[in-house]
């Protein structure tokens, strides 16, 4: 029953932490959202301390289920197993007890929180199983969902209807198709062969939580009366935690998924207390190992207190040439993004955003620094000024959400003029056509005298009231090069 | 003041000029000036059930003499500027050559014997592409028309200009011309036309080749400064029109004016031309589709009166039931528009006074929300930054018409309407075609035959799009 009740709840989570990923209409995301948000590494950066504590407790409480249940990545591994296993017997029962290679853990979380804390976030969000996860969805599985999706549209539009509109996810990084795949040849690959081997040896959010489920209250515990030592139990336990011949589990690895409470033909395994059953005793011992763990989690603790402290100091049909990016001088970030620094530090690079943007604006960034890190580029697009999503869905709290008036406020950029390329200097035509479409208008058309002696009009910004949407940039009759472009804020301010 | 109008204005006592007007279009049928045409057109049993769908019948096609060569020419033309695209191998669009053959083809079996082209039409490509389907057949069975497009300055040399014309002959595959036109005057007023046509002798010469015969009906077609139509018709005995080329619709009957104070009513146009005898050739009798996709509330007044009949079939009655038109011409771009017209045509069941009183009426109630008057006849393309100006204007009609154009965030429809409008336009035009990337250079403007201030409605469409986005309607 347990088991049963597992897995309609971790197929829930995991089709709709996979549509948050697909749902380009924004539907997904209004609705289902929180799940991105409950997910640990992501709660951890934005300092989500309700649920946080909630993960913490309930982990002391139930065991790992956040694993079993929750985390999108953990059940796709169990999804892998499942196919693997439905190949027979042999394959079932391919699992025997190993010991937790506590030393390999400890590591991988000692060099994940170093990388997090020394701005080498995108590496470490490598493994972070969430953002993981998001990427594999939205690189490889979203071309999919739009093909499909197109389907739809064609033929809605072939029938005059509004119900589905086409949907082209924009050309991607290849280093994101690169990074996908092989995330996704990797963890499919130790899943089909060791079950949950991922999760026990490289999972940084694993072996924290390992850490508690340790001493959580329920668990599964083996009645030594009712058991035969027949080992089944064990040789289907994709965790590979049971060591059946000393009765013992390794709740560091038991990701409480029930499978062996329901395996045991003798009803000797049961969830339940682990004092009333007196097994509390451990053989593992407080050595080197243990306090290694404990000086990561300090570490990770230390970096967390380090984000607390920034976010105080925050302030606030003819041929069409495809118009190619300016050199900007800095990235533009979404609104919200609060500063350079403060989003790349709780970016995990997720893609959710990604996915979310209404007119594809964000983009993963080929920066070293911010590594597949979103930001804006206004080439067939602008920061729509009555759009909120990327800030409503971010998890991490690298995207603040934003009322739509604040949103509308907070300068983001500013926008910069190239006189050569400007089409009343360049060419010595009409045009304003920035001025006419920007939001807060803060461009206004000023008059200019060309070297010829013809007096023309050219826009000026007003840099105080510019909030940086890049409307100005999209809209710029020149090509491939804006006339007009938005450059970057360091920190984002209100105006 | 022209004579008909001195004409309407001394009659106008006691009756509203509307209802004169009216009347005026219901008899002209009773005074058509030669009144030979009845005679040559086959009559049909009026109480015969118009067939809506099925076969079309073969040797039925109503058909109306030529007054001055006597040429017997159906009154269904075949209008060559919408001749259907396919994608070609470089991703580029073509003219699918193998469906003009098929259409030209089935046109020829039903009876259609008029071809209407120009060097401008389908980019340059469409008098290649006739050329090809007609040249398969006799070339006593059909008769082309063309006409000299120097619309561009560059051409309005001598030299340019006779080059056109001679390059219309090898692309049509021909040594003669049925009926040449002067093209679209009146567009750029009087200037334009004497640089066009007059100061560089151009006249002159079209007039000689006429009298050699390589020319065997002259007339032009009119869009835009009445100036010049009237100038035109001033000089008949001297130049002799055989024809003349006009927009007429029911709703260009007496709403063109008040759609753009630029254009002529119908009812003008054809008056004159009927006065002097002078027979016309219909344009735009279907207004580019628009009286085919019409609001709801039209369609329901169409079907309900005649639910056999398909909307665009009244449009083409009305142009042909018109005893002073030689053809109606129709740019039927796929076999079920042909098909459909070919059953307006063969034969043509004329209009009763009553059924013109009541698309006069339909008229008056389409202009109570007036589409912009686009015809899609691509003149204003390509726009130099990208804009795809047809696109974005069928879309605003497309929605006006499906009532999707809300003025209120109150309006019970208005999420429905908002979707659809905004879903609608990305699906019509991709966004780096659409309005907000005008310019306002105007660049368009001069080509339009119906004089509409593009940039201008551009902007009405954008403004409206840009409230829909940001949800700021009034509440």
């Known amino acids: ?495 | 003041m022209s004579d008909i109008q001195k004409n309407i204005s001394d009659k106008q006592s006691g009756e509203s000029r509307r209802r004169f007007l009216r009347k005026l279009g219901v008899g002209a049928w009773g005074f058509s000036g030669a009144g030979a045409l009845l005679g040559a057109c086959k009559r049909m049993d009026e109480k015969k059930e118009p067939a809506a769908e099925g076969a079309v019948p073969t040797g039925m096609m109503t058909m109306r003499r030529n007054r001055s060569t006597g040429d017997n020419v159906s009154l269904l033309g075949y209008g060559c500027m919408r001749w259907p695209t396919k994608t070609g191998n470089d991703g580029k669009d073509v003219i699918d050559q193998e469906m003009v053959n098929r259409l030209v083809d089935k046109a020829i079996e039903h009876g259609v014997n008029y071809f209407d082209t120009s060097p401008a039409y389908c980019q340059g490509r469409s008098e290649a592409a006739t050329g090809i389907a007609l040249s398969r057949h006799p070339r006593e069975s059909y008769y082309i028309a063309t006409k000299l497009s120097n619309f561009a300055p560059q051409t309005w040399g001598f030299k340019e200009s006779v080059n056109m014309y001679r390059n219309s002959l090898k692309e049509l595959k021909t040594d003669y011309i049925d009926y040449m036109l002067l093209h679209g005057i009146g567009m750029g007023g009087m200037d334009a036309f004497r640089a066009r046509y007059i100061d560089n002798g151009l006249l002159d010469f079209l007039l000689k080749e006429r009298e050699q015969g390589r020319i065997r009906n002259l007339g032009f077609s009119y869009h835009g400064d009445v100036e010049v139509f009237d100038h035109l018709l001033a000089n008949h005995e001297k130049y002799r029109w055989d024809f003349v080329q006009i927009q007429l619709n029911y709703l260009d009957w007496e709403h063109a004016k008040e759609t753009n104070p630029r254009n002529t009513d119908a009812i003008y146009l054809y008056g004159k031309l009927d006065s002097l005898g002078i027979q016309a050739v219909i344009m735009e009798p279907l207004l580019g589709g628009r009286l085919a996709k019409v609001p709801e509330h039209i369609v329901s007044r169409l079907k309900g009166r005649d639910p056999l009949r398909s909307v665009a079939s009244w449009a083409f009655r009305f142009a042909g039931s018109h005893p002073g038109v030689l053809t109606v011409l129709s740019g039927m771009t796929c076999m079920e528009h042909l098909e459909d017209n070919l059953r307006t045509y063969c034969p043509l069941v004329p209009l009763t006074d009553d059924d013109n009183r009541f698309l006069y009426d339909t008229a008056d109630l389409m202009m109570q929300h007036p589409a912009i008057p686009c015809n899609d006849c691509k003149y204003c393309m390509p726009c130099p930054w990208g804009i795809d100006i047809p696109g974005v204007l069928l879309h605003y009609n497309k929605m006006l018409n499906e009532d999707n154009i809300p003025q209120s965030r109150q309006d019970p429809k208005y999420s429905k309407a908002r979707r659809a409008f905004l879903v609608g336009y990305n699906r019509a035009v991709e966004p780096v075609r659409q309005a907000d990337h005008c310019i306002g250079c105007r660049i368009c403007v001069q080509h339009c035959p119906q004089g509409i201030d593009i940039p201008a409605e551009l902007a009405r469409v954008d403004n409206y799009a840009e409230k829909l986005r940001r949800g700021s309607l009034p509440g």
């Open chain 1, 1 to 495: 029953m347990l088991r049963k009740i597992r897995i309609a709840l971790a197929a829930l989570c995991f089709v709709l932490i996979t549509l948050l990923f697909l749902d380009f209409t924004g539907w997904a995301q209004a609705h289902f959202g929180f799940l991105a948000k409950i997910q640990f590494l992501p709660a951890f950066l934005a300092l989500n301390v309700l649920v946080l504590l909630g993960l913490v407790l309930t982990t002391l409480l139930l065991g790992r289920v956040y694993c079993s249940v929750v985390c999108p990545l953990g059940v796709m591994q169990d999804v892998v197993n499942r196919l693997r296993c439905m190949a027979g017997k042999r394959a079932r029962n391919r699992f025997s007890f190993s010991r937790s290679k506590t030393i390999v853990r400890c590591a991988v979380l000692v060099v994940f929180a170093v990388c997090m804390a020394a701005g080498l976030g995108w590496l470490a969000s490598l493994i972070a199983p969430y953002s993981a996860y998001g990427r594999m969805v939205q690189t490889l599985a979203a071309p999919v969902y739009d093909w499909v999706n197109n389907i739809f549209a064609d033929r809605a539009a072939a029938t005059g209807s509004y119900v589905f509109y086409r949907h082209d996810t924009v050309t991607r990084l290849p280093l994101m198709i690169v990074v996908a795949a092989a995330t996704f040849a990797v963890v499919f690959a130790t899943a089909w062969i060791g079950g949950r081997a991922w999760c026990n040896t490289v999972c940084p959010v694993g072996t924290v939580l390992g850490f508690l489920s340790r001493y959580s209250f329920l668990a599964p515990v083996i009645d030594t009366d009712k058991c035969v030592g027949c080992s089944l139990c064990a040789r289907r336990c994709k965790a590979s935690c049971i060591d059946y011949k000393a009765h013992r589990i390794d709740y560091s690895k038991c990701v409480a998924c029930m499978d062996c409470i329901d395996n045991c033909t003798h009803n000797a395994i049961k969830y339940t207390k682990r004092r009333s059953a007196g097994l509390h005793k451990r053989a593992v011992a407080t050595d080197k190992s243990r306090r290694r763990f404990l000086s990561a989690g300090a570490m990770l603790v230390g970096a967390a207190a380090m984000k607390a402290a920034d976010k105080t100091a925050d302030g606030g049909l003819a041929k069409l040439e495809n118009k190619i990016p300016p050199k900007r001088t800095r990235p533009v970030l979404p609104p919200g993004a609060v500063s350079i620094e403060h989003f790349t530090t709780h970016c995990t690079a997720c893609q959710l955003c990604v996915t979310a943007c209404p007119t594809q604006i964000l983009r993963p960034s080929t920066s070293l620094s911010r590594l597949m890190k979103p930001e804006s580029v206004y080439e067939n697009g602008y920061c729509r000024p009555e759009c909120t999503r990327c800030g409503d869905v971010c998890p991490a709290g690298a995207i603040h959400p934003l009322t739509v008036e604040r949103k509308s406020s907070t300068q983001i950029g500013h926008a910069v003029w190239t006189a050569n390329l400007c089409f009343p200097v360049a060419k010595g035509l009409r045009c304003g056509n920035c001025a006419r479409h920007c939001p807060v208008g803060a461009i206004s058309m000023v008059p200019y005298n060309r070297p010829d002696g013809r007096l023309v009009y050219v826009p000026a910004v007003d840099t105080e009231r510019c909030i940086g949407c890049g409307a100005c940039e999209y809209v710029c009759p020149s090509r491939p090069q804006s006339a007009i472009y938005v450059d970057g804020n360091e920190v984002q301010r209100m105006v």
